[in-house]
């Protein structure tokens, strides 16, 4: 089990609306500000395959099972369930990412936690917490298979620009960004990021959203 869950602070959420092809976060009575995945989409040049292929509808319900079921085990609530052929594959990846990660972290500040960045962007952390004495952004993913670091690089630019996000809002300093990958065949890989590299992360994000509003 998880050593500790204390909610840092008073975390916000935002209601998400979708137009068209792009998600947006209603974070006051008149703002809506992009979320970071449909800005990473509209402005993914170099990987087209990673983020503009078509979603395949059993995949996507997968993930948001396996996200709910890992929601309610962080924070300790009543066990999501669901009697779909779905939510047995989900349970089974999210019993990967316990197993094999969240039942050794420090301690969780919160999870599903919604970001703002100076109502530019917005979006969802999928976990905050303090990982071997760091204070780390997780990011949880379902996958058929392996995916490379050069296929991941989406991924990360997604946690790097909820790093600034986070440090901005709450005036933190995120140490490291981690993505976790659970695969359908039982195979669970964990992959981090240094400061330095996330450094380096976070000028290539400011990169595409400067691309993104100058509609390139």
Same mark, same amino acid.
Request: glycine content about 4%.
């Given at each position: 089990?998880?050593?500790?869950?204390?909610?840092?602070?008073? =975390?916000?959420?935002?209601?998400?609306?979708?137009?068209?092809?792009?998600? =947006?976060?209603?974070?006051?009575?008149?703002?809506?500000?992009?979320?970071?995945?449909?800005?990473?989409?509209?402005?993914?040049?170099?990987?087209?395959?990673?983020?503009?292929?078509?979603?395949?509808?059993?995949?996507?319900?997968?993930?948001?099972?396996?996200?709910?079921?890992?929601?309610?085990?962080?924070?300790?609530?009543?066990?999501?369930?669901?009697?779909?052929?779905?939510?047995?594959?989900?349970?089974?990846?999210?019993?990967?990412?316990?197993?094999?990660?969240?039942?050794?972290?420090?301690?969780?500040?919160?999870?599903?936690?919604?970001?703002?960045?100076?109502?530019?962007?917005?979006?969802?952390?999928?976990?905050?917490?303090?990982?071997?004495?760091?204070?780390?952004?997780?990011? =949880?993913?379902?996958?058929?298979?392996?995916?490379?670091?050069?296929?991941?690089?989406?991924?990360?630019?997604?946690?790097?620009? =909820?790093?600034?996000?986070?440090?901005?809002?709450?005036?933190?300093?995120?140490?490291?960004?981690?993505?976790?990958?659970?695969?359908?065949?039982?195979?669970?890989?964990?992959?981090?990021?240094?400061?330095?590299?996330?450094?380096?992360?976070?000028?290539?994000?400011?990169?595409?959203?400067?691309?993104?509003?100058?509609?390139?």
């Amino acid at each position: 089990m998880i050593q500790s869950f204390k909610e840092k602070y008073d =975390y916000k959420t935002y209601h998400v609306n979708k137009v068209n092809d792009m998600r =947006y976060y209603c974070v006051s009575a008149d703002v809506n500000v992009p979320s970071v995945t449909s800005i990473l989409k509209k402005t993914n040049t170099n990987f087209p395959n990673i983020l503009k292929q078509p979603y395949n509808t059993d995949s996507i319900e997968i993930g948001n099972f396996m996200h709910k079921y890992l929601e309610h085990y962080v924070s300790k609530e009543q066990h999501f369930y669901d009697e779909s052929e779905n939510y047995g594959i989900a349970k089974k990846l999210a019993q990967l990412v316990i197993e094999n990660f969240i039942n050794n972290i420090d301690e969780a500040w919160g999870t599903e936690v919604s970001v703002l960045y100076k109502n530019v962007y917005a979006g969802t952390i999928d976990l905050i917490g303090m990982i071997d004495d760091k204070l780390c952004i997780v990011d =949880y993913k379902s996958s058929y298979r392996h995916k490379s670091k050069n296929e991941m690089e989406e991924y990360f630019l997604q946690l790097a620009a =909820y790093a600034i996000a986070h440090d901005w809002q709450y005036k933190t300093n995120i140490d490291s960004i981690i993505v976790l990958l659970a695969i359908r065949n039982g195979q669970f890989e964990k992959t981090s990021i240094s400061q330095d590299d996330l450094e380096s992360y976070k000028l290539k994000w400011l990169s595409r959203l400067e691309k993104f509003h100058k509609g390139i």
